[in-house]
């Protein structure tokens, strides 16, 4: 009975069992933590090629080029991945002047496998803004009202000098009667160069788009007269006066007193705001409308037009990582 008791006191070989039932979670644990370093470092690596991959993409396209983007895209992917290139999942996509690159796959693990699991899956995504810049512009002139005298200008800026490529102006002609619009007044218009004709921009520093309005209906230089045959009808007449030699307002989308005169896309832009010039001109090939305010009744706008834009990409040091 003394032999059992002291065979039950017996504690010499407790450490050892301790152990051995600890070593299990710790080899896993350790495991587990190798493993989960082997998948962070393919992550990173392939977050660095999406990054690349994404900029290379994004350095090229213009809005429209998708194709020649993606393909700039996966060469860069090639040279930083080689063979493993094909053997991850790679997703594309070129919109809104951002190219996105997801990248999914999986890496082999070494310890995991004592759990049943041989791969562990990983995924990256880079996200690149390709900032564009519009070099030619079509107009096309919509409806237009009211009794004074409008001209819309596309300006350019480079060194300083500002270039006047394009306008559209509108004359009056009828204040009131059947021809008026109920009153809203009727006119002229006139595109330079002509309706749909492609616009040349150049090289510039800036652009910006002004509305300048002459009160009495009649373009510089020339003055309102009432027209003898209708009383209804205005005629414009030659006219040397300093008042007609200059306009009574202009309105500019570079100058934050007088921005939200334009509306796009039915949309008007905030005063106090220098919109950047893809909330003016749209890259993918679509029409803009816009539509100004000559007055302060912005609730009805008096002239409209759309416009659309051909663009290229800005040069490489602009283009950057979103996400």
């Given at each position: ?9 017996d ?22 933590a ?13 977050q ?48 809104d ?35 564009l810049?519009p ?83 009649c ?12 009383s ?19 309105l ?29 001109f ?42």
């Open positions: 009975m003394k032999k059992i008791r002291n065979f039950l006191k504690r010499s070989g407790a450490t050892a069992v301790t152990f051995a039932l600890l070593l299990v979670p710790i080899v896993g644990m350790t495991g587990l190798v493993d989960y370093t082997r998948a962070s470092t393919d992550r990173a690596r392939l660095g090629a999406a990054d690349s991959a994404a900029l290379a993409g994004a350095s090229v396209f213009t809005g429209l080029n998708k194709s020649a983007a993606e393909e700039s895209a996966r060469a860069y992917l090639r040279g930083n991945l080689g063979a493993e290139a094909d053997k991850v999942k790679i997703t594309f996509s070129a919109a002047q951002r190219v996105t690159v997801a990248i999914s796959g999986e890496t082999n693990s070494l310890f995991m496998q004592l759990l049943n699991k041989d791969k562990v899956a990983i995924g990256v995504t880079s996200q690149a803004l390709a900032p810049k070099t030619s512009v079509k107009f096309y002139p919509g409806d237009m009202y009211g009794w004074y005298y409008k001209k819309v200008s596309i300006v350019v800026v480079k060194g300083g000098k500002e270039t006047v490529v394009g306008t559209i102006s509108y004359t009056s002609e009828y204040r009131s009667g059947p021809n008026s619009a109920s009153g809203r007044g009727t006119g002229k218009k006139e595109t330079i160069p002509p309706s749909g004709t492609n616009i040349d921009l150049g090289e510039f520093d800036s652009l910006y788009l002004k509305m300048e309005v002459k009160n009495d209906g373009p510089i230089g020339q003055k309102y007269s009432a027209d003898p045959k209708d209804n009808h205005t005629i414009c007449v030659t006219s040397n006066a300093s008042a007609d030699s200059k306009y009574n307002k202009t500019r989308t570079d100058d934050v007193n007088t921005v939200h005169y334009l509306f796009v896309d039915g949309v008007q832009l905030k005063q106090g705001s220098k919109p950047p010039l893809d909330d003016l749209n890259c993918d090939g679509s029409r803009l409308k816009h539509a100004w305010e000559d007055g302060g009744g912005f609730a009805l706008q008096d002239f409209f037009y759309e416009v659309t834009s051909g663009c290229k990409a800005v040069d490489n040091e602009n283009v950057r990582l979103t996400h």
